[in-house]
C-alpha cells in the first residue's frame, strides 16, 4: 500500500465512524458512503491533479538551500534529535500543534552522544529525546551555509523503572532484509545495527528485527547485543490470510506453505496455520497474530478463522504506522482484543512500530500534496466546471476529511512514527533475556504505549495476572507517570462498562486506590490513559477470579 493510499485509507476510516449529530454526516455524498475506499479515492485524486497540471497547475515541493554544519553532544548516549524548521513563532511543544508542515529531521547520537550532520540552512527548533522515562530538552539555532552550530543537551531521567522491573521494547521492525535487494518486496534501506541503534534511541531495552520472507538478518541482528540492549531473532510471516510473528525462533526459517489451486481449501489453510504456529512453539518462539483487522485481506486474519484465534499466543493490536484512533485498523483490532476478552478468551496484546524507515520522513511531501490537493479540490468546487460531474462527491468528501482530519494526522506524523513509537513495556524479574521477555509477553504482563507509563493492580495482582476477591475492601490501584500531561485514564470492565477518571490540570503523575468500583460480576478490568493520539497507553487486564465461582 502506497503513502498515498495509507493516508486516505486513514482518513476515509475515521470519516466513516462520525457520529449521527456531526454536521459533515449530514452530507448528501454519505448516501455513497459505502463506495469511498482508498483505491478508488486515489484513482479520482490523480486523475484531478492530471486535470490540474493540464491546466498549468503543478505542485512543486519546498526546494531545500544550501547546508550548514549542526555538532551535538547528548547525554544519555544513543539519543534521538528532530530538527524542527520553525515556522511562526515556534515554541517548546508546538512541534505537537498542527501548523501545515511535516518537515522535520531525524538524527541519532553515537555510543559517545555526539552527532555531527548537514541539514538545510534556516532556523530550526531542535529537540532532543529518549523515549517515556526521560526529560526532552529544547533549544534554538540558526544554521548557515557552510557554518558550523553546536548544540549541547542533558536530559533528566525522569522515572527509574527498570528499578520497578519495566524494560521497554519493539517486536515488530522492518530492516534492509525486507528489501529486493534480498528477494523481498519493502522499500527498506537500514541496516540491522542502524535499526538497533534507531531503537536503543528511544529508550528501548529489547527489540526484535522481524523482517518479511527470510531469516538473513539474524546473525547481524544478534551482533547488535549491547550492555543495555537485548536483539531478539524474529520473523514476519506472510500466509495470505494474515501476518505472523515467529518471535524468537533463531536460525530456523518458519515458513507459511500457501496452498494454490484446487488444493486452497479452507480445511487445508486452517491446518497449515496450526502447523505453523506449533512449529514456531516447538523451536521456543512466540506465534504472534499481527495487525489483524488490515484492511489488505492478504495481511488481515481472515473473519472465518476467528474461532481459532487462540493458536495465537499474542495479538498486535496497536501497529505503529496508523493512529489509535476511532475508526482505524487499530481501533478495530483493540475492539476484536475486547470482543475475545468478552467470550474468557485471553490473548495478550502487543504493539509494534512496524517501522520500514527509521528516518520519519514518509509523510514530508504526502503532507504538502494533500493539502495543495485539498485547496485546489476547494476551488474547483466553488466554481461552475464541467468536469468530474460523475466524481463530484469523491472530491467533497476528500475536501471536508482533509479539513477535518489532516491536522490529527499531522500531529501524528511528525511525533509518532518510526522505531518504538509505540512500544511493549514488560515486567520481569530481572534483566532480559530471550526467555524471559517471551514469558512476560506471552501472558501480558505488559502494557503498551507511545508516551505514558501506565500501571493497574487489583488486590495487588498486575497485569496479566489473576486477583482474587474479597468480600469486601478489593482495590484497584492505577498509577501513571508521564513525561507529558495526560488528560483522564478510563478502566474498562467487562460487560463492556467504562468508568473515566478525568485529570484535573491534565497531570504529569497520577496514583490513586479506588476501593469503590464493583467488581463482582466482573470477568477482568484494563486500564487506558490518553491525552490524544500522540499520548496514549494501555495495559493488558488483571484477570478477575470470584472465589463463590
Known amino acids: 500500500m ?15 465512524v462520525l457520529p449521527d449529530d456531526d454536521p459533515l454526516s449530514s452530507r448528501d455524498y454519505w448516501k455513497n458512503r459505502r463506495c469511498f475506499t482508498e483505491g478508488r479515492m486515489d484513482k479520482v485524486l490523480t486523475a484531478f491533479e492530471a486535470w490540474l ?6 505542485f512543486k515541493p519546498e526546494v531545500k538551500g544550501k547546508t550548514g554544519t549542526v555538532e551535538c553532544h547528548v547525554s544519555p548516549k544513543v539519543s534521538e534529535v528532530r530538527f524542527y524548521p520553525k515556522h511562526g513563532d515556534m515554541k517548546p511543544g508546538d512541534e505537537y500543534v498542527a501548523n501545515r508542515h511535516i518537515d522535520f529531521i531525524r538524527k541519532v547520537t553515537g555510543e559517545n552522544g555526539s552527532l555531527t550532520c548537514d541539514i538545510p540552512e534556516g532556523d530550526y527548533l531542535v529537540k532532543v529525546s529518549k523515549g517515556s522515562e526521560f526529560s526532552y530538552a529544547y533549544t534554538d539555532i540558526t544554521v548557515k551555509a557552510g557554518k558550523t552550530v553546536t548544540v549541547s543537551a542533558e536530559l533528566t531521567h525522569l522515572y527509574d523503572i527498570e528499578k520497578e522491573g519495566y524494560y521497554a521494547g519493539d517486536i515488530h521492525h522492518h530492516s534492509i532484509y525486507s528489501s529486493p535487494v534480498w528477494g523481498g518486496t519493502d522499500d527498506v534501506i537500514e541496516s540491522p545495527k542502524e535499526v538497533a541503534d534507531s531503537m536503543r534511541a528511544l529508550g528501548l531495552k529489547y527489540g526484535a528485527l522481524s523482517d518479511h520472507h527470510n531469516i538473513l538478518n539474524h546473525e547481524e541482528w544478534k551482533k547488535t547485543e549491547t550492555e543495555d540492549f537485548l536483539p531478539i531473532p524474529s520473523k514476519e510471516i506472510s500466509t495470505s490470510n494474515g501476518h505472523v510473528l515467529s518471535l524468537g525462533v533463531d536460525g530456523f526459517d518458519v515458513i507459511y506453505d500457501i496452498p494454490l489451486g484446487e488444493a486452497r481449501t479452507e480445511s487445508v489453510l486452517r491446518k497449515e496455520f496450526i502447523r505453523m504456529t506449533d512449529e514456531i512453539k516447538e523451536h521456543g518462539g512466540l506465534a504472534q497474530l499481527n495487525h489483524p483487522r488490515d484492511h489488505q485481506v492478504s495481511i488481515s486474519w481472515n473473519k472465518d478463522f476467528y474461532d481459532m484465534t487462540d493458536i495465537f499466543e499474542t495479538m498486535e493490536i496497536w501497529n505503529g504506522s496508523n493512529p489509535m484512533y476511532y475508526g482505524t485498523t487499530n481501533a478495530l483490532a483493540a475492539d476484536f482484543w475486547r470482543d475475545l476478552l468478552e467470550q474468557g478468551r485471553f490473548i495478550p496484546a502487543t504493539s509494534g512500530s512496524d517501522t520500514h524507515n527509521t528516518r520519519a520522513d514518509d509523510y514530508h511531501k504526502l503532507n504538502g500534496l494533500v493539502l495543495w490537493l485539498c485547496e485546489e479540490v476547494r476551488r474547483f ?8 460531474k460523475e466524481d463530484r462527491h469523491y472530491l467533497e468528501f476528500f475536501m471536508d476529511m482533509t479539513f477535518r482530519f489532516a491536522p490529527l494526522l499531522e500531529e501524528w506524523a511528525k511525533t509518532s512514527l518510526t522505531s518504538g513509537c509505540v512500544r511493549t513495556y514488560v515486567k520481569l524479574p530481572g534483566k532480559p533475556n530471550r526467555e524471559s521477555v517471551l514469558y512476560a509477553l506471552r501472558h501480558g504482563r505488559s502494557f503498551l504505549t507511545n508516551g505514558p507509563i501506565l500501571e493497574l493492580s487489583v488486590n495487588g495482582a ?9 468480600e469486601e475492601g478489593n482495590v484497584v490501584k492505577v498509577r501513571v507517570r508521564s513525561n507529558r500531561p495526560v488528560k483522564k485514564v478510563i478502566l474498562y470492565t467487562s ?6 477518571l478525568p485529570l484535573g490540570g491534565e497531570k504529569k503523575e497520577y496514583e490513586a486506590e479506588i476501593s469503590n468500583i464493583d467488581l463482582t460480576s466482573k470477568d477482568y478490568i484494563f486500564a487506558v490513559a490518553v491525552s490524544d493520539v500522540t ?3 494501555i495495559t493488558n487486564p488483571v ?3 470470584h472465589l463463590d465461582r
Open 543 to 545: 484477570k478477575i477470579k
Open 381 to 388: 468546487l466553488s466554481e461552475d466546471h464541467k468536469e468530474f
Open 2 to 16: 502506497s503513502k498515498v493510499t495509507k493516508f486516505l485509507s486513514i482518513g476515509i476510516d475515521m470519516m466513516k
Open 462 to 470: 498486575g497485569m496479566g495476572e489473576t486477583a482474587f476477591l474479597k
Open 53 to 58: 497540471k493540464e491546466s498549468g497547475k503543478e
Open 495 to 500: 460487560g463492556y462498562e467504562a468508568r473515566e
Open 535 to 537: 499520548n496514549l497507553a
